[in-house]
């Protein structure tokens, strides 16, 4: 199982990124994929939620309205779009798969996101 994440780096104040997320080893369709974020000194957050199937999403209150998750299961791919990012936005973001019987959590090893003011 491997979830490797792409798309990091240093960014302005109010620009966008967008993180990737591919998948392989295991039934992605099957699986809720979410994204968490990790700033020095702070825990681990949950930040996006997507269903199975795309239809569904969840955001913490503070990317609402900036952040878009999306995922392609023909590519086994989930995405991140942050756009208007803010200095508080600077973490490690990470790509979590959710799913299966019995219930399986798989993490990345994280991308860094650093938003400079």
């Known amino acids: 199982v491997q979830l490797v994440e792409s798309g990091g780096g240093l960014v302005q104040f109010g620009g966008s990124l967008r993180l990737s997320c591919a998948a392989s080893g295991f039934t992605f369709s099957g699986f809720v994929m979410s994204w968490y974020r990790q700033a020095p000194g702070k825990e681990r957050e949950l930040v996006a939620r997507?269903?199975?199937?795309?239809?569904?999403?969840n955001y913490a209150d503070s990317v609402k309205g900036r952040f878009t998750i999306s995922r392609d299961n023909a590519k086994n791919t989930v995405y991140l779009q942050m756009n208007s990012l803010k200095p508080e936005d600077t973490a490690v973001y990470y790509c979590n798969a959710r799913g299966g019987v019995p219930l399986w959590d798989y993490w990345g090893k994280g991308t860094l996101v650093t938003v400079s003011s």
């Open positions: 997507i269903s199975t199937g795309g239809g569904s999403t």
